[in-house]
């Protein structure tokens, strides 16, 4: 990059000054980081839009701490401030500067350059095609309360904070114990304890293994460190549906589509938070993030009529999945428990759903649809010749009665 050019991003760019960063930490943007040294201040040259900051402290060991982050979004010629707290060792959101601290430091800019780390231009194109569908007011729709993206969530016990009905908080009783098992103890079941348990699941008695399932503590995120995420329908069909309705819908996932896209100003945001929980766990390293995404691509790939009423909404999507695709290890796509790759099998349905002549897609879509698969088959060796074939455990089961 020459002279004039750095100039004018450093004009136009936006600026983040971050103070009393310890020297040692690991500091990133996007997706790139590094460990700072002792007079980092922050980046310069920051290109509008959205962007993800993250940190994590490193031992003296060398052992890293989970991640920590959060999104911004920059405007042109922006300069946003924080502040490192070392007693918590992470950026003090509540720490602000006045308007009057932020002029001295916009008329000083120039000789803080030299503290600051310029944004690193060779992710920038990358990055826009992670990031381009994630606007300002979804990003902070999605973010934690607290403003604070953690790769590591603070889990409490369910019992820890009790509501009143007046709405106060207190901390539960010393007196109170932490299970419900008939002892009282954190211990496995004894067969006394089974044959006195007085609980029972599906009018039977439960058995040891659900026992011990129970009197595991219950946990939940600590309360604004969670992502508020679309929430996913408890039922995939409309209350009331007769068996053979409850049928077409699980072969076709567009009315729990419907519900999904009913929690948005508009469809288009979906595909944002598609990226938004793909790049949290690309950058943030939330598996929570992560597993989410997950479901946002079965749901959406699990569709027939959506794709001929959100036509615009499947392009997008197809072409926001494309480079999060490049970015993930084939290994992470695999179901735990089938050892299966579930975005492959999830895409056959997507590819099937889009070739099939009841849809009657246009030609350029269903084009552009295989190339598409085009591309992933020269990638990781997907097969979509066949996709016109049902999965063993899609085919109906025969029983012989």
């Known amino acids: 990059m020459d002279q004039d050019e750095a100039r004018r991003l450093l004009v136009e760019g936006a600026t983040l000054l971050v103070l009393d960063v310890p020297e040692g930490t690991n500091f990133g943007i996007d ?11 922050g980046i310069k040259m920051i290109p509008p839009g959205i962007h993800f900051i993250y940190h994590s402290a490193i031992g003296r060991h060398g052992d890293t701490a989970p991640r920590i982050g959060f999104m911004e979004c920059f405007k042109k010629g922006d300069i946003i401030v924080k502040k490192w707290d070392s007693n918590s060792g992470e950026i003090d959101h509540s720490k602000t500067v006045t308007e009057e601290e932020l002029q001295r430091i916009r008329a000083n800019l120039c000789n ?14 990358k990055w826009k095609l992670l990031s381009d569908k994630i606007t300002e007011p979804l990003a902070k729709q999605l973010m934690p309360a607290s403003g604070v993206i953690r790769s590591a969530l603070e889990l409490v016990s369910l019992n820890e904070v009790k509501t009143d009905p007046d709405g106060s908080k207190d901390p539960p009783s010393e007196s109170t114990p932490e299970t419900d098992s008939p002892s009282g ?36 995120p600590a ?118 790759n579930a975005i492959y099998r999830a895409l056959r349905r997507l590819f099937r759903n889009i070739q099939s002549p009841d849809n009657n897609l246009e030609g350029r879509f269903k084009t552009r649809t295989a190339r598409f698969a085009e591309r992933l088959t020269e990638k990781f060796s997907w097969d979509f010749d066949d996709i016109d074939e049902e999965e063993e455990d899609e085919k109906p089961v025969i029983v012989d009665l």
């Open 223 to 340: 309360p604004g460190t969670a992502l508020r995420l679309t929430n996913f329908p408890k039922l995939y069909y409309p209350p009331g549906s007769t068996p053979a309705e409850i049928t077409l819908h699980s072969m076709d996932s567009s009315y729990a589509l419907k519900t999904v896209l009913d929690q948005h100003e508009r469809p288009d945001n979906l595909v944002g938070e598609l990226q938004f929980t793909f790049l949290c766990f690309l950058v943030g390293q939330s598996l929570e993030a992560f597993e989410h995404w997950k479901r946002l691509v079965d749901l959406l790939c699990n569709c027939e009529k959506a794709i001929r009423e959100h036509h615009e909404l499947y392009e997008n999507f197809m072409w926001s999945l494309e480079p999060q695709l490049w970015e993930v290890q084939e290994d992470f796509l695999a179901d735990i428990v089938t050892n299966n």
């Open 112 to 125: 803080i350059d030299r503290f600051l780390g310029p944004y690193p231009y060779e992710i920038w194109d």
């Open 185 to 220: 103890k954190h211990s496995c079941p004894t067969s006394e304890d089974v044959g006195s348990y007085k609980r029972r699941r599906h009018g039977r008695p439960l058995t040891v293994e659900e026992i011990e399932e129970d009197l595991l503590p219950g946990l939940k």
């Open 31 to 41: 997706l790139k980081s590094w460990e700072t040294g002792e007079r980092f201040r």
